[in-house]
């Protein structure tokens, strides 16, 4: 009776762990298309710079360059310039280029990638990625922490290089021990800031044009 009962309770806690995750992967994918449906009505460049504005902490200058080549599925050039170590020598500029393997993604899914990234690179201490380190995350690498005895170098698959094996964003969490949860946050609060933006600017514009008309009507011709 107790291994039935044991049994039992496993099979019931398996249940309800598939049933959570594809609740939580449904919560994602609505989130992510209703970004890509506000991007058709509130213009892509507004969308794109709503997603840049997000991760602009942790892709500083490069934010917007980042979203775009994502967006468009094209290489990205990133540049990191290290001052010289002796007085009137010329700095050392480093090129990294990202060519993201997925081809171009809607605008949520953007945001899920850059979101899973700035997760599992958090988990390492990193919270303002080097080119070198955002590629590792983007399409894999290793990256080394730490110096001396205390190094510590780990082997990165990739966001977009799973996504592009086709795994779903679910798997690709797991694969690399982050949630969904933040993420389903992240998009449900861009996707209500622009359609609350958009509201407001909607009733701006109606009150304005209600106001010319009652102008218009007071005067005598």
């Known amino acids: 009776m107790?291994?039935?009962?044991?049994?039992?309770?496993?099979?019931?806690?398996s249940g309800l762990n598939v049933q959570a995750f594809a609740d939580t992967t449904s919560a994602l994918n609505t989130e992510a298309s209703r970004m890509n449906t506000l991007a058709a009505s509130h213009g892509e460049s507004n969308v794109t710079g709503k997603i840049s504005g997000t991760f602009n902490s942790f892709l500083g200058s490069d934010s917007t360059a980042v979203v775009?080549?994502?967006?468009?599925g094209t290489p990205i050039t990133l540049t990191t310039?290290?001052?010289?170590a002796t007085s009137g020598a010329a700095p050392t500029v480093t090129t990294t280029v990202i060519t993201p393997p997925t081809g171009k993604m809607g605008h949520g899914n953007v945001f899920t990638s850059l979101a899973l990234a700035k997760q599992q690179l958090?988990?390492?201490?990193i919270s303002q990625p080097t080119p070198d380190q955002l590629q590792?995350?983007?399409?894999?690498?290793?990256?080394t922490t730490g110096t001396g005895a205390t190094a510590t170098t780990t082997q990165l698959q990739g966001v977009l290089t799973m996504r592009s094996q086709?795994?779903?964003?679910?798997?690709?969490?797991?694969?690399?021990?982050?949630k969904l949860g933040p993420v389903i946050s992240g998009l449900k609060s861009?996707?209500?800031?622009?359609?609350?933006?958009?509201a407001s600017s909607t009733g701006s514009q109606s009150t304005s044009s209600s106001s010319a008309i009652v102008s218009g009507n007071g005067k005598s011709h």
Do not use: D, E, V
């Open 166 to 178: 086709g795994m779903g964003w679910g798997q690709i969490a797991q694969k690399q021990g982050t």
């Open 2 to 13: 107790k291994i039935k009962a044991i049994l039992g309770a496993t099979i019931l806690a």
């Open 190 to 198: 861009a996707n209500q800031q622009m359609t609350t933006t958009n």
């Open 136 to 143: 590792a995350a983007l399409t894999g690498g290793t990256i």
């Open 122 to 125: 958090g988990q390492l201490g």
């Open 81 to 84: 310039t290290t001052p010289a």
């Open 68 to 72: 775009t080549g994502l967006r468009n």
